[in-house]
Nanobody, 126 residues
Framework: QVQLVESGGGSVQAGGSLTLSCAASQYAVSASSMAWFRQAPGKGREGVAGLRRDGSTRYADSVKGRFIISKDSAKNTLYLQMNSLKTEDTAMYYC????????????????????WGQGTQVTVSS
């Protein structure tokens, strides 16, 4: 079955950087829409960055200019490079991938995705 495994989370000071990885198995990253979401304690899940089949990207306003979503098809892995981290970026980060059928229209809506990883924690301290 499809598996998405995130890694790369950790603790960092404000202004620092982290790169998250999402390794996929039984799933072709190269041909699919995928995204990163996050959920902070007591808050709902938020779409952070999306990467569509054609390579176009979508970002939440809160991370534009600081985060970069990308993929390595040879490694079948999705990435999220996070720069200039802020304390408000503290959350559990999840990788998501579309299911079979038509490509989702809304790249940052969690209802667009069928497959989810277990999450990786990012903690940013001041």
């Amino acid at each position: 079955q499809v598996q998405l495994v995130e890694s790369g989370g950790g603790s960092v000071q404000a202004g620092g950087s982290l790169t998250l990885s999402c390794a996929a198995s039984q799933y072709a990253v190269s041909a699919s829409s995928m995204a990163w979401f996050r959920q902070a304690p007591g808050k709902g899940r938020e779409g952070v960055a999306g990467l569509r089949r054609d390579g176009s990207t979508r970002y939440a306003d809160s991370v534009k200019g600081r985060f970069i979503i990308s993929k390595d098809s040879a490694k079948n892995t999705l990435y999220l490079q996070m720069n200039s981290l802020k304390t408000e970026d503290t959350a559990m980060y999840y990788c998501a991938a579309e299911g079979p059928g038509a490509e989702p229209v809304w790249a940052l809506w969690d209802g667009s995705y069928n497959y989810w990883g277990q999450g990786t924690q990012v903690t940013v301290s001041s």
